[in-house]
């Protein structure tokens, strides 16, 4: 089955405890990225990357790193986190080529700092 | 910088009852506009892509229309299950892939 897993699923943590959260897709997709949803701001992309070892910000990359060692991990890094990441996250996948734009998201990770 | 705009922000109709949702938006060039269904604690699902103004893609119950500064979701005949939050997206040429989301109408169908 083509899909984008996730994990963990929820995580509660502290301040300051580095922490990783996966991202892996099964149907060779080139583009992925990492979206956080909060409430009354819709979903904002964090970082995406267009193919292996290529990355690049969106439009709130503060507090986050990512990582692109193979085609179908894509990797969110909390260094540090802080309260004002707990939020929900959302990892996606796309085929890059023309027409094929559609963006397949995975479960979501429910993120609390404490 | 593009932004999405969708109204209203949450919508309760009566099974059977139909109606729209509506997407405005500003882009500096689309290349597509999608629309999502994103159900309570999972990710959103796609449902339609919209390229140029006077597209329209239709599954099921529902209609996707596209204009050059709106595109409208009708619901014919809506059941329970249909409730969701339906979300907007838009892309930009030469955007890499990125999608600016609107903040989604929450549908409630009663039965």
């Known amino acids: 089955e083509a899909q984008v897993t996730q994990n963990p699923r929820y995580l509660i943590t502290v301040t300051g405890k580095k922490l990783t959260v996966t991202c892996s897709q099964n149907?060779?997709?080139?583009?992925m990225s990492w979206y956080r949803q909060d409430p009354g701001l819709g979903l904002r992309q964090i970082y995406y990357s267009m193919n292996v070892e290529v990355t690049d910000k969106g439009d709130v990359p503060e507090g986050y790193k990512v990582s692109r060692k193979e085609k179908r991990n894509f990797p969110l890094i909390l260094e540090s986190p802080s309260p004002n990441q707990t939020s929900l996250y959302f990892c996606?996948?796309?085929?890059?080529?023309?027409?094929?734009?559609?963006?397949?998201f995975g479960p979501g990770t429910r993120l609390t700092v404490l | 910088e593009d932004q999405v705009t969708q109204s209203p922000e949450a919508l309760r109709l009566q099974e059977g009852e139909s109606s729209s949702l509506n997407c405005s938006y500003t882009?500096?060039?689309?290349?597509?506009l999608f629309w999502y269904r994103q159900d309570p604690g999972k990710g959103p699902e796609f449902l339609f892509t919209?390229?140029?103004a006077g597209e329209e893609k239709e599954k099921e119950r529902l209609k996707a229309t596209l204009t050059k500064k709106e595109s409208f979701l009708h619901i014919t005949a809506p059941k329970p299950e249909d409730s969701a939050t339906y979300l907007c997206?838009?892309?930009?040429?030469?955007?890499?892939?990125?999608?600016?989301f609107g903040s989604g109408t929450q549908l409630t169908v009663l039965p």
């Open positions: 919209l390229y140029s």
């Open positions: 149907m060779n997709h080139e583009y």
């Open positions: 996606a996948s796309s085929l890059m080529g023309a027409g094929t734009d559609t963006q397949y």
């Open positions: 997206a838009v892309q930009a040429r030469g955007s890499a892939r990125q999608l600016t």
């Open positions: 882009v500096s060039g689309l290349r597509g």
